[in-house]
């Protein structure tokens, strides 16, 4: 990949990382569990994001019928 394309993709997955960050923070879970998403997310930026994109706890608007 060519430089400048690095840098685009990488800020990509900080404003990605940073979204799931705030998302995590004022997600109904517990304590515990927003620590472990936490650590997940920034140890593992790519991995992190994708699943707590696909399995982090949901807020209440999805969830209504």
Do not use: C, H
């Not at 004022?26 to 515990?32: D, K, P, Y």
């Amino acid at each position: 990949m060519n430089m400048p394309y690095n840098g685009i993709l990488g800020l990509l997955i900080l404003i990605g990382d940073v979204w799931a960050i705030i998302s995590i923070f004022q997600s109904g879970a517990s304590n515990e569990k927003k620590a472990l998403w936490i650590v997940l997310v920034v140890l593992l930026p790519v991995v992190g994001l994708i699943l707590w994109y696909f399995l982090g706890p949901r807020s209440g608007v999805a969830n209504r019928t």
